[in-house]
């Protein structure tokens, strides 16, 4: 799926649409009768907002996930239906365009009940809320004492009118980590927070924890839905436990450029910014244009792996904003060449999580970082 660029590009990203399809639909088949809400926060971790959202869909997601809900209304403007659920907001966002467009709006705190309580009033129908109670996170999501007062203070905006309870949802903090004592603290601590709200009385449509390391590897944690979000891109949230194509997942981004320029420089001649690298003999220099500002991390000097013309080897010297270099010995290679950063891992090109290995962060980071100075180009886009 690493089709040849057209020359006068010099790099871009390729997402199949394809993998973010059946990745969901493997998800699925992993989650039992649960839903997928597929999570498409961060323009789809990188990957695109709409097409990722529409791709995932096509593979059997019912609910979409977005942190902000800036993302939840730009994926209704795109025409978008299905159910969307957004978590993470501020006082004096103006929550009237969540009641408008349909938004399930996830709630942590008593001000943001009454803020969406206001919107409903004045646009005469009520709102769809979420409440989130933090199991042991200690991040977003309402803690102790906290939760009992949200769900109480929920009771008297349902009885009115102004907004309908329906879910309710937690985080964990170790699902990558399966046998971690907090895992099984997290779905007791949860079971307790669902009997409250049933107790109040709210029609509960959907009860949901398991982000993807948890839809991997706890099933038993999937109640009514699953919330994953890497793995939706074919990336192991685990990758201790398995690499992709082990939980039937592939990864749908692939990373290319073109070879700007080759040339050889003689032994001892250093390269890139602060001569950081200096071959020891004379060889052949490959300039690559994608560099920081493309979302190259700069972690990623003297260390990122790369394939140039379908050999791997490491960036030499410092990444730079616009490009970085690479040392290929006595290889044939010419301007115009292929070079893969990163993709699904065919003909032994690296991973996102070879880059996250070699810069000491994980493969959420590496995609979600690639800026919107590269082209993304979508595959698949018709199926
Ligand atoms: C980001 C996020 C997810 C998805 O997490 P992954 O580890 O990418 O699967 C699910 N739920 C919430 C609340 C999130 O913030």
Redesign the pocket.
């Known amino acids: 799926m690493t089709d040849p660029l057209p020359a006068c590009e010099p790099a871009r990203l390729t997402i199949d649409l394809g993998a973010i399809r059946d990745n969901v639909a493997r998800l699925k088949e992993l989650s039992g009768n649960a839903q997928v809400?597929a999570?498409v926060?961060?323009d789809a971790?990188g990957h695109g907002l709409v097409p990722s959202a529409r791709a995932a869909l096509r593979g059997g997601a019912t609910w979409l996930?977005v942190?902000q809900l800036a993302e939840a209304v730009a994926l209704r403007d795109a025409g978008i239906e299905a159910p969307v659920l957004s978590?993470?907001h501020v006082p004096g966002l103006d929550f009237d365009p969540a009641v408008q467009r349909g938004i399930d709006v996830?709630v942590s705190a008593p001000w943001a009940l009454q803020a969406i309580a206001d919107a409903a009033r004045r646009l005469g129908r009520p709102a769809r809320v979420q409440l989130?109670v933090d199991t042991g996170l200690a991040r977003?999501g309402a803690y102790g004492a906290d939760w009992t007062e949200l769900v109480r203070a929920a009771g008297p905006l349902a009885a009115e009118g102004a907004l309908d309870v329906v879910g309710v949802?937690?985080?964990f903090a170790f699902?990558?980590a399966p046998e971690h004592p907090t895992v099984r603290a997290q779905q007791e601590k949860f079971a307790d927070a669902v009997r409250d709200v049933e107790r109040a009385g709210f029609a509960i449509e959907v009860r949901?924890m398991?982000?993807?390391?948890?839809?991997l590897t706890q099933p038993s944690a999937a109640w009514d839905m699953v919330?994953?979000?890497?793995?939706?891109?074919g990336l192991s949230?685990v990758p201790h436990l398995g690499d992709p194509a082990s939980f039937g997942l592939r990864p749908a981004m692939s990373a290319t450029a073109n070879a700007a320029l080759v040339k050889r420089i003689p032994a001892g001649q250093g390269v890139s910014y602060g001569h950081t690298y200096a071959p020891e003999r004379d060889t052949t220099v490959v300039d690559v244009p994608m560099g920081y500002a493309d979302g190259v991390p700069r972690a990623g000097s003297n260390v990122g792996p790369v394939q140039v013309a379908g050999k791997r080897y490491t960036i030499a010297g410092r990444v730079c904003m616009d490009q970085f270099v690479v040392d290929v010995g006595d290889a044939a290679v010419r301007a115009g060449d292929p070079v893969v950063l990163f993709g699904a891992g065919e003909d032994g090109a690296p991973t996102a999580q070879d880059w996250a290995e070699a810069t000491g962060t994980i493969s959420?980071e590496i995609v979600t970082r690639m800026s919107n100075r590269l082209p993304r180009v979508h595959l698949g886009e018709q199926q």
């Open positions: 809400m999570v926060k961060g971790y996930g942190a978590w993470l996830g989130k977003n949802f937690t985080h699902a990558d949901h398991s982000n993807s390391a948890a839809t919330r994953p979000g890497l793995a939706v891109y949230p959420y």
